[in-house]
């Protein structure tokens, strides 16, 4: 399983996008935790509406002490052999993260 870590605090106008762009990738094997700072904005409104709709979407809102809190505690929860993160106002090219788990599933 490939877990996809997303850091994001009032990220509005980022996250549906982010969330996306993971969705596009057809990947059966994965898994999208995105770790919310705390938004003030409408970031968690827009992650629930997806969450309840996609299973493999996983997420918490809480305060934490900056990006790499976040990251540390979606660590924590990811359940993959394999871990990406993905910045919210990042993307993935199409189809990368099933050529990911191809290239991994065929390493000795």
Same mark, same amino acid.
Not at 32 to 50: C, E, L, N
Not at 53 to 63: G, Q, T, V
């Given at each position: 399983?490939?877990?996809?870590?997303? %850091?994001?605090?009032?990220?509005?106008?980022?996250? &549906?996008? *982010?969330?996306?762009? !993971?969705?596009?990738?057809? *990947?059966?094997? !994965? &898994?999208?935790?995105? !770790?919310?700072?705390?938004?003030?904005?409408?970031?968690?409104?827009?992650?629930?509406?997806? #969450?309840?709709?996609? %299973?493999?979407?996983?997420?918490?809102?809480? #305060?934490?002490?900056?990006?790499?809190? #976040?990251? @540390?505690?979606?660590?924590?929860? #990811?359940?993959?052999?394999?871990?990406?993160?993905?910045?919210?106002?990042?993307?993935?090219? %199409?189809?990368?993260?099933?050529?990911?788990?191809?290239?991994? @599933?065929?390493? %000795?």
């Amino acid at each position: 399983m490939i877990s996809v870590i997303t %850091p994001v605090y009032n990220g509005e106008s980022f996250i &549906e996008s *982010c969330i996306k762009i !993971v969705i596009e990738q057809n *990947c059966g094997d !994965v &898994e999208h935790i995105i !770790v919310d700072g705390g938004s003030q904005d409408g970031t968690v409104t827009i992650i629930k509406q997806y #969450a309840e709709k996609y %299973p493999h979407i996983r997420w918490i809102s809480e #305060a934490d002490q900056g990006q790499s809190d #976040a990251m @540390n505690k979606g660590l924590d929860m #990811a359940k993959g052999n394999i871990i990406s993160f993905l910045n919210v106002d990042d993307y993935y090219e %199409p189809l990368v993260l099933n050529k990911i788990q191809k290239f991994f @599933n065929n390493l %000795p």
